[in-house]
């Protein structure tokens, strides 16, 4: 129950439909921002705007006190002086106040003036005269609010009065508050508008992901030469392709390879089966006497020794195939191993009139599985006496050279095709395609390779006049001779 809610919570939401979110997001997260910077840009413009304006106004109505002051005129004129200019204004969004130097109010161009009666603040006397303080006032009762810009001067000696013009900050408001609504109602379009285009543009970017994935599900078993169409634009998704037909041509030939094993495998295990089971059927069709049922078990041991080996190859191959192959890694001779080889197969050499000699041998001390080592060469060597004929010869070669040691097996003999070249080393392939009886099961060459690949190294068959297999192993693995001890006298 729980995997299966899981895979609910999983397949809830399509890449097409996260994909569209997103999109969608991020379009609102920069035009939520943009919104916010064009906000802040507009509000300080207006609010730079009315301060200067402000300011301009306060000098004017400074320089009309001190002009009073000069001419001895009461402030009753000035407060009518001032009251008829602002008369001319359409809008009654500007206030001129005059206060004592302790505060109190002495004038007011509104006679319905909503601020306060009296203005303290220190700030203003910390300033030269006619230098300019800006605040923000907010009337509680009516939540009017006000930009005021207060100065002060001396209009006369000994005398100072502070001079104040405030502006209405109604329609700046109001102003701001359209502009947001604006911003919203442009906002909630763009987001309808994204989601719109971010479905058609992810099902239109989906819709190869979805032709890939209908291909992959028709691809099986039987149709397992199909491939996923690429749409030529040479973009990630033509690299998925590819990869995928990549894939796919691998697992095609692992399969080609396998049923080419399984029935090459059932051919060789039914050779000696069938051969066992004839003689079995043979030796129960009538009494037989003890040299003949002796005879039968005599012939059934050697298919039976042969099934053996068969076994033990593939499962020493199906070790490799899944990395498992182990080694008992030792310090060898190397040179020395060739020597006991060949010294080993001689007296079959002088047998079959074929010559077998060490042209080249370097002393060379490797960390190698003596065991598995000694199957090879015994591989390597089999197949060039049951392939050259006799009257030929087989040179064996160990050096150095360059950043690896080299093992050459070499036979003058007719040697490979080129078209059988490449499958030489594939499982249960003969080079004369030959699956007589006592021909081998076709399998040295393959376990000749997985062994040297395990050992890190390679190997490799070319044909020059003759064959010459030769296998390129590590230098890593060099033991360095132990130095003699040193005789202190």
Excluded at 168 to 196: K, N, P, Q, Y
Excluded at 344 to 370: F, H, K
């Amino acid at each position: 129950m729980s995997s299966e809610a899981s895979d609910r919570r999983q397949t809830r939401l399509s890449i097409g439909t996260r994909l569209t979110l997103w999109s969608t997001a991020t379009t609102l997260l920069a035009c939520g921002l943009l919104c916010i910077l064009l906000y802040i840009g507009f509000r300080d413009s207006l609010y730079r705007e009315i301060d200067g304006f402000l300011d301009g106004e306060v000098r004017e109505l400074s320089s009309i006190v001190v002009e009073d002051f000069e001419e001895d005129g009461g402030l009753s004129e000035l407060e009518q002086e001032v009251r008829r200019e602002l008369g001319s204004r359409l809008k009654r969004d500007l206030i001129f106040r005059l206060f004592d130097e302790k505060g109190r109010r002495l004038m007011t161009s509104d006679p319905a003036d909503p601020l306060p009666e009296t203005w303290h603040d220190e700030r203003i006397w910390r300033r030269k005269s006619g230098e300019t303080i800006v605040d923000d006032y907010v009337v509680v009762p009516t939540r009017e609010n006000f930009r005021v810009t207060t100065t002060w001067l001396s209009p006369s000696a000994g005398q100072k009065v502070i001079v104040q013009s405030a502006y209405r900050m109604d329609e700046i408001e109001r102003s701001l508050g359209t502009f947001w609504r604006v911003s919203l109602t442009a906002m909630l379009i763009v987001g309808l508008t994204s989601i719109a285009g971010g479905r058609i543009v992810a099902r239109r970017c989906l819709t190869p992901v979805e032709r890939i994935t209908a291909c992959a599900e028709r691809i099986g078993h039987a149709r397992i030469d199909e491939r996923v169409p690429l749409s030529g634009n040479g973009d990630e998704l033509d690299r998925l392709s590819r990869t995928l037909n990549d894939m796919l041509d691998r697992i095609e030939d692992q399969m080609r390879r396998m049923q080419q094993f399984t029935a090459d495998a059932s051919h060789e295990l039914r050779t000696p089966l069938t051969a066992m089971l004839g003689a079995a059927e043979v030796a129960l069709s009538k009494p037989r006497s003890v040299d003949e049922l002796r005879s039968i078990l005599q012939e059934n041991v050697e298919h039976y020794s042969r099934l053996a080996r068969i076994a033990d190859d593939l499962l020493l191959l199906a070790r490799a195939d899944a990395g498992k192959l182990t080694l008992e890694l030792s310090p060898i001779r190397l040179h020395e191993l060739l020597a006991e080889i060949v010294e080993l197969y001689t007296p079959i050499a002088e047998e079959r009139g074929i010559a077998i000699s060490i042209i080249e041998s370097a002393p060379v001390t490797l960390c190698l599985d003596s065991q598995r080592m000694r199957q090879v060469m015994v591989n390597l060597l089999d197949n060039a006496f049951k392939y050259i004929g006799t009257g030929r010869r087989i040179d064996l070669k160990l050096a150095r050279l360059g950043d690896s040691i080299r093992i050459d097996v070499q036979d003058d003999g007719p040697g490979i095709s080129p078209e059988r070249l490449p499958h030489v080393f594939d499982r249960f392939y003969r080079a004369d395609q030959a699956r007589t009886r006592g021909a081998g099961a076709g399998l040295g060459l393959a376990i000749c390779r997985s062994v040297i690949e395990a050992h890190k190294g390679r190997i490799q068959v070319e044909c020059h006049n003759g064959t010459i297999v030769t296998i390129f192993l590590p230098p890593d693995s060099e033991v360095t001779a132990p130095q003699p001890p040193r005789i202190l006298f």
